[in-house]
């Protein structure tokens, strides 16, 4: 159980192009889902916390208007990142909570963006 | 100072060795304990999760936690070159008083093992 998976596992773009990230949790109701990014050799990056219905609470730092969240059911979150440019280029992480609320999280396979 | 510290390595072990890995913290909120291993490319696969001090013990996996050092430990035992990747503490405050799970996890660096045959 606790099963999160991604899409897309990678993509390529071209800069100034929007790519969308989606992350589902497959077997429990996440009542909240995370999104981090991780560069070579770095630990996680927490960027955004996000709850069902509700907007995104971004960590500092991150822009709000470049990385979009939303949060439409228990079971998915999306994060769309506006007009990348290469130095958005990362892995990046989604996250989710058991709704019983555990602080556990269960993360996703990861996304590895590169933005040419 | 950051909140959680974790010694980078890279940790080079036999096959068979027993492992330690380590963390301290410095913010006495933290109630909540996890050790996540991540192999190259993928997403971190939770490992080991405590509540406060004590051990904890799951096949070749060890946890302890010691609040009054804010000291957190993670022992493999045989280690095998399938254990080499990797490995991060992380961990959390209580829920907010709203009951609803915050959860945001604050990690540490991350330990890179090999084991090697």
């Known amino acids: 159980g606790a099963v999160v998976s991604q899409h897309p596992s990678w993509v390529i773009c071209k800069s100034g192009t929007s790519v969308k990230i989606e992350c589902r949790s497959l077997?429990?109701?996440?009542?909240?889902m995370f999104w981090y990014r991780q560069f070579p050799k770095q630990s996680l990056m927490l960027m955004a916390t996000?709850?069902?219905?509700?907007?995104?609470?971004?960590e500092q730092g991150v822009e709000k208007d470049k990385f979009l969240i939303n949060h439409a059911s228990l079971t998915l979150s999306t994060l769309t990142v506006t007009s990348a440019h290469p130095e958005d280029s990362s892995f990046y992480i989604c996250s989710a909570s058991l709704l019983a609320g555990t602080e556990t999280q269960y993360f996703g396979p990861g996304t590895r963006l590169l933005v040419l | 100072q950051k909140e959680v510290e974790q010694d980078p390595g890279p940790l080079s072990v036999p096959e068979g060795a027993i492992v330690s890995l380590n963390c301290t913290y410095s913010n006495s909120a933290f109630q909540y304990f996890m050790w996540y291993r991540q192999y190259s490319r993928k997403g971190p696969e939770l490992l080991m999760y405590?509540?406060?001090?004590g051990n904890k013990e799951d096949g070749r996996f060890t946890a302890q936690v010691d609040k009054s050092s804010k000291y957190i430990s993670l022992f493999i035992r045989d280690s095998q070159p399938s254990d080499s990747a990797t490995y991060l503490c992380?961990?959390?405050?209580?829920?907010?008083?709203?009951?609803?799970?915050?959860?945001?996890?604050?990690f540490g660096q991350g330990t890179i093992l090999t084991v090697h045959p």
């Open positions: 992380a961990m959390s405050r209580f829920p907010n008083a709203g009951g609803t799970s915050y959860g945001k996890l604050t």
């Open positions: 077997d429990f109701q996440a009542t909240t």
């Open positions: 405590t509540y406060s001090s």
């Open positions: 996000s709850n069902e219905g509700s907007k995104a609470t971004y």
